[in-house]
């Protein structure tokens, strides 16, 4: 291993009554490339803060070889007291040179004369960019670097920390940014830190070793323990192999819609009947849109049945938020026509959670300050629906300002999904969660049962959700593409002619005309048409005796019965387990006759 230019030894951190973390030693080299992963308030920005010396830690050492540029790019560069992007890039007695500057701004799509005070996040997200790459650095720590970023700017960004000389770490929630150009992963967890030589790739498999050791280990331990590990294997591990069964079926959807689609980058509009479980609910004809002589969308047509997940991509500019409010009826086209069903009730989450009034309580937002929620129809207890979204019961009180911003994202996507709804439009929904809570919106998103609009620039999360993907270049044209964003992205290589220079993309399905299939055995078909409804059931009694268990004054009121729920609740996630094992091998079996 190469001789460290930046070091901690023993370094801890009190925040507020105890130490966030203690005795953590971290060694970075040269040409490290890192990925820092964490849940958020494991204190990933603060561990930034430290190693670039702008705060002190409460215990430990810091070393730095002489001569080395530790360089900072904050998740939200502050523009205060700053007239223009410039004069924010330029301030401070390290400011770098403005022909670097300016230089980087130009690649990546600034104006750095742009008013500060008025900038949008993306163009404060690129005026950040720009200072800090400018500054030459030795050591780059990175927090959350392609938030509000498009997808050009990405590509650009990772590009050119492929040549970066430096070492730089990472802390993002964009998986296949960090699959691209990671080599070895921090793990911040529980107070304690873990490094890997393995990129962010090989992260999972490796969590799950780690909690299945604990877990084992965790035998031996109090009961309280015990709990928290166990929750927290259902929490992530259990929770990835749930999604492998659900991207299994989105295979399907998607061989379903490619065999719906026409000649690529058209739809045949007339090919399915409008039945129950196949209706349309919004269709377009011919639709054009244009603004000031520059036409957006041209000869745009498609059927968008029920179930249905839409992914919308391309860079900033280039008419993804006007195909969007085309499609929602919120714009009307210039020739053509949108038709949306009746009956569709649409619920918007965009990143307005100044929605949420500070002062208000958990309790308020979400439950107007009751105990119960009613979620689309089905009345939960407040504190067993709050569990779904990955919040501890004593947070039903607490204050939305005392929330991080990854908390108010959970949170608010906890309010709207209980919300009645057939179509759920999300725009740019994954900026600010970390890793665990973007496995919760695939979940989520997966078990919604109308149709979904999304709008992102974060490549996994729409490989991972979507059916159908919609590429827009600037010049009108919209690609239509059964799969995700790696399927959109394979399609635009073909198409350029550079098929053979194509990106490795994360792609977890594959996408093909459905084809005829040898049958599964009357027992194995059984199972798998039937597995799914039995892992509903089973999940619902564990969602009913989890809410009696939410009850503070259970366990000293009546033990035998907090004893008996317990032990209810733990057969049934095995009982869980072995079904959604047992439909996944089926869905392979299946897979594999096709």
């Known amino acids: 291993m190469a001789a460290a230019i930046l070091a901690f030894e023993n370094l801890g951190i009190i925040q507020g009554s105890g130490w966030l973390f203690r005795h953590l030693d971290i060694h970075i080299a040269p040409r490290d490339r890192l990925a820092l992963i964490g849940r958020n308030g494991a204190g990933k920005t603060t561990l930034f803060k430290l190693l670039a010396g702008i705060v002190e830690s409460d215990e430990g050492r810091r070393t730095v070889v002489p001569g080395t540029k530790v360089v900072l790019l904050d998740q939200e560069p502050s523009m205060v007291g700053h007239a223009t992007l410039m004069d924010y890039a330029m301030a401070g007695p390290d400011a770098p040179d403005v022909y670097e500057v300016e230089s980087i701004a130009h690649q990546i799509g600034i104006d750095m004369t742009r008013e500060a005070s008025s900038a949008s996040g993306g163009e404060r997200r690129r005026a950040g960019i720009a200072r800090a790459l400018a500054m030459n650095p030795d050591v780059l720590l990175m927090d959350e670097p392609t938030n509000h970023l498009d997808l050009a700017a990405i590509d650009w960004l990772e590009d050119w920390l492929k040549r970066f000389n430096g070492a730089f770490i990472a802390i993002s929630h964009d998986r296949t940014f960090l699959t691209r150009l990671t080599r070895a992963t921090l793990w911040l967890d529980r107070g304690g830190i873990r490094r890997k030589d393995i990129g962010f790739g090989g992260f999972d498999a490796w969590t799950e070793q780690v909690f299945a050791e604990e877990q084992r280990n965790a035998e031996r331990l109090d009961a309280k323990l015990k709990l928290e590990l166990h929750w927290l294997e259902r929490g992530v591990t259990a929770r990835r192999k749930r999604n492998q069964g659900r991207l299994a079926k989105l295979g399907e959807m998607r061989a379903e819609r490619a065999a719906m689609l026409g000649p690529p980058g058209t739809a045949k509009l007339g090919l399915v009947s409008d039945d129950v479980r196949t209706k349309s609910v919004i269709r377009a004809e011919q639709v054009s849109k244009s603004f000031g002589g520059r036409e957006i969308i041209k000869d745009f047509s498609l059927k968008i049945q029920r179930g249905d997940r839409i992914g919308v991509v391309g860079s900033n500019g280039v008419g993804k938020t006007t195909l969007l409010k085309l499609l929602t009826g919120e714009l009307q086209p210039d020739s053509g026509k949108i038709i949306l069903a009746k009956t569709l009730n649409a619920v918007v989450i965009d990143q307005q959670r100044s929605l949420m009034s500070p002062e208000k309580s958990v309790r308020e937002v979400v439950a107007d300050g009751g105990d119960w929620v009613d979620v689309r129809g089905v009345r939960k207890h407040i504190q067993g629906y709050l569990k779904e979204f990955m919040f501890e019961p004593n947070i039903v009180d607490a204050a939305i300002k005392t929330l991080s911003g990854g908390e108010r994202s959970r949170l608010l996507l906890a309010r709207e999904f209980a919300r009645p709804s057939n179509l759920l439009v999300l725009d740019e929904p994954t900026n600010d969660l970390d890793l665990e809570t973007l496995d919760l919106l695939q979940e989520v998103v997966a078990d919604y049962d109308g149709t979904v609009l999304i709008v992102s620039h974060d490549r996994d999360f729409l490989d991972r959700t979507v059916t159908i993907t919609l590429g827009l270049d600037g010049s009108g044209k919209v690609d239509?593409?059964?799969?995700?964003?790696?399927?959109?992205?394979?399609?635009?290589?073909?198409?350029?002619?550079?098929?053979?220079?194509?990106?490795?993309?994360?792609?977890?399905?594959?996408?093909?005309?459905?084809?005829?299939?040898?049958?599964?055995?009357?027992?194995?078909?059984?199972?798998?048409?039937?597995?799914?409804?039995?892992?509903?059931?089973?999940?619902?009694?564990?969602?009913?005796?989890?809410?009696?268990?939410?009850?503070?004054?259970?366990?000293?009121g009546n033990p035998a019965k907090f004893a008996a729920l317990n032990k209810a609740i733990d057969a049934a996630r095995v009982e869980r387990d072995k079904a959604e094992e047992r439909w996944l091998m089926l869905a392979e079996k299946a897979e594999g006759l096709s």
């Open 480 to 556: 239509i593409v059964a799969g995700g964003y790696a399927d959109w992205e394979a399609r635009r290589a073909e198409n350029a002619g550079g098929g053979s220079k194509k990106k490795n993309a994360s792609k977890p399905v594959a996408v093909e005309a459905p084809k005829p299939k040898t049958k599964l055995t009357y027992i194995d078909q059984r199972d798998y048409d039937g597995l799914p409804k039995k892992i509903e059931k089973i999940e619902a009694a564990i969602v009913r005796d989890e809410e009696l268990l939410a009850d503070p004054d259970l366990y000293t």
